[in-house]
């Protein structure tokens, strides 16, 4: 929405419920950083995402005007699946979530959370997803090492489950995007002009996945901005800050912000904190 001051950026003149938003919470999402994020990127023709998450920063160049191909991608199939059917099936997902929401309670809620595991068609999935982000407890994703979704439910009551303008704006979007279940260790440094990097960040949480995120995983990213750098295009990437961050990124544009952390292994770090912006540019 145009009045949510994440978004005041772009321009008053933008029509109300016309903007893509992230349609899920994600752990690190970017939405209360694009004041910062947004001046800072470089001009482009092509854009990829490696680590979409909810995608706040590609939503906010796409409201900005940016129209160029783009390729997003995770290593979530759950939440990449759900990006698809929002863009193949936006209206099926829409009357799913019509029903969870008003089914709503706590044994409904502990019923969706292996329908999460077991479905394999596209639309309901991306339906439970939506439902269980919306009210699990503080939005979080997460899964054990069996890969099963263990959130116990929040406090909300499932009024915000269904959003069908957004999610009508976001399909909309998605249209002319590419969309890939994917490891960044699959991307291409020539596949676009400019990246994104938003990996989980070292030293925090890092359940998206039953595997987790290494150290080794962090040196790879770093490597992979190395290449593209090489290879003559533009990546941004943000993360904690940290020793092992500040080394793998060495020779770069450090540059610390300030962002809002509601999730972290030790409690004194949550809460607006710094972390590095990193660019090659």
Known sequence: MVDDPQFNLFGEEVRAGAVARPFVKWVGGKRNLLDVLIPRLPQFDTYAEPFIGGGALFFATRALGHAGPATISDFNERLITTYQAIRDDVEGV??????????????????????????????KLAAWFIYLNKTSFNGIYRVN???????PMGTDDGGRVLDPDNLRACSAVLQNTTILFRSFADVSP??????????????????????????????????????????GNTFMASNSDTPLIRELYEGFELEVVKAMRSVNRDGKNRGRVGELLIRNY
């Open 94 to 123: 829409i009357g799913l979530l019509e029903t969870h929401s008003g089914n709503h309670d706590l044994e409904y809620y502990k019923a969706a959370r292996p329908e999460l595991g077991t479905e394999s068609d596209p639309t």
């Open 190 to 231: 020539t596949e676009a002009d400019f990246f994104y990097f938003d990996p989980p960040y070292d030293d925090t949480f890092t359940g998206y996945s039953k595997t987790g995120f290494s150290g080794e995983d962090q040196a790879a990213v770093a490597q992979l901005c190395r290449d593209i750098d090489e290879a």
């Open 145 to 151: 090492r069996k890969d099963e979704y263990n959130v």
